[in-house]
């Protein structure tokens, strides 16, 4: 088993800045990709970022150029630096990784934290 622990969120005006941390410990051995998801009340959980154990990166449209994720593997932790926030980012944050560390359609999940934007 893998746990995942996120810290960071809170409330920031728009266009102030955040960042988020994800802590891995447990079967740590077993994790490649690591990745950031998001859910605003009443809509669907979506990808925001996530980060394969090579380094790739892969963004959703609407955060690009805004955020970037990055890991550090020594400490088995994968950050989300949220730059330019807005309102609509507002939403929980869940840092997640694929159970089998490649296909992320069964992940690990972490409890979640809340980012709130304020116009």
């Known amino acids: 088993q893998v746990q995942l622990v996120e810290s960071g969120g809170g409330l920031v005006q728009a266009g ?41 990166t892969d963004y959703a449209h609407s955060v690009k150029g805004r955020f970037i994720i990055s890991r550090d593997n020594a400490k088995n932790t994968v950050y989300l630096q949220m730059n330019s926030l807005k309102p609509e980012d507002t939403a929980v944050y869940y840092c997640a990784a694929p159970r089998n560390g490649y296909t992320w359609d069964n992940n ?11 116009s």
């Open 16 to 56: 102030g800045s955040l960042r988020l941390s994800c802590a891995a410990s447990g079967s740590i051995f077993s994790i490649n990709g690591m990745g950031w998801y998001r859910q605003a009340p009443g809509k669907q959980r979506e990808l925001v970022a996530r980060i394969t154990g090579g380094a790739y």
């Open 108 to 118: 690990y999940w972490g409890q979640g934290t809340q980012v709130t934007v304020s």
